[in-house]
């Protein structure tokens, strides 16, 4: 077998010019969705698959935010009926361990999930944190666009001017956090937003009440997933998942009737 011989700038300038030409093309985007968590990625898919052009930005270089954890690092997660319907959609096995009640694994949901949104055409850029928001003045005003740096530029602790990417719809998929939120909270008063953390366990409630209120918080920027606990002080559920899919998807729904299917 015969090697290619690959010339050492020839490899820095490929990854630079597609590099460069994908930012190009993600500075103005539908859809900027913050977190690669279960949220974000079946939001994403949604997204995608409706011809949305959308981009996920997360801060690790890796996906699958709390999913990876499991249950206190067991590697299996529930997921309950009706959201076992998009983890069937998209191949992920589940053993049914009750009625309405399913079992995967931790590696299966995230490589799955990843998968799909991959698939459906989302972009999605690891070890990219967002920051800020970009806003405009109104009553109340409105969320253009995220500030983004790289992580690991915030983890060095020096300070660079980081870039704005514009979109028509930002979703908050940061989890129990709410980080995108909590800056637009604290930096622009005159949304009124309180994020005042979610409430301690209660599954049930917690996976009925993060679906309910999954939605625009303000003009422009969306909340799925625990970040609409911390949003509206609801209770956390614990590794079941059924919720985090069902409030990706009904963010998605959302989005794609206000900014219409483009496929
Ligand atoms: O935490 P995470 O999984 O949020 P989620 O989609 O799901 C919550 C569940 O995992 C679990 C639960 C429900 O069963 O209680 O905790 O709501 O994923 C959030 C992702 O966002 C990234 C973070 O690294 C993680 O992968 N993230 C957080 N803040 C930022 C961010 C930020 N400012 N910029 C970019 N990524």
Redo the contacts with the bound molecule.
Sequence with gaps: MSYVSIDEATITQKIIEKTAKDWVELSETDVAV????????TAATYLAKAGLKTVV????LS?????G?GGMLFHK?LVQSPADQILKEINCPLEKVEENLFVADTSAMIAKLANSAIDAGAKIILG????DVIFRSGKPPKIVGVVIQW?AVIMSGIHVDPLGVKAKAIID?????A??LSVASRKIPELNLFIQGEKSMWSSEAEKLTVEKTGEVCPGLYA????VAALHNTP??????G??LL??RKVAQLIIEKLGKKN
Excluded: N, Q, W, Y
């Design positions: 913050v977190g690669a968590g279960p949220a974000g990625l930005f997360e801060r690790k996906f699958g935010g709390g999913i954890g997660l990219v944190t967002v920051d992580t998929c940061t989890g129990h956090d980080e995108v799925a997933g625990m970040s956390r559920m614990g590794p079941i998942f919720g985090m409030s990706g």
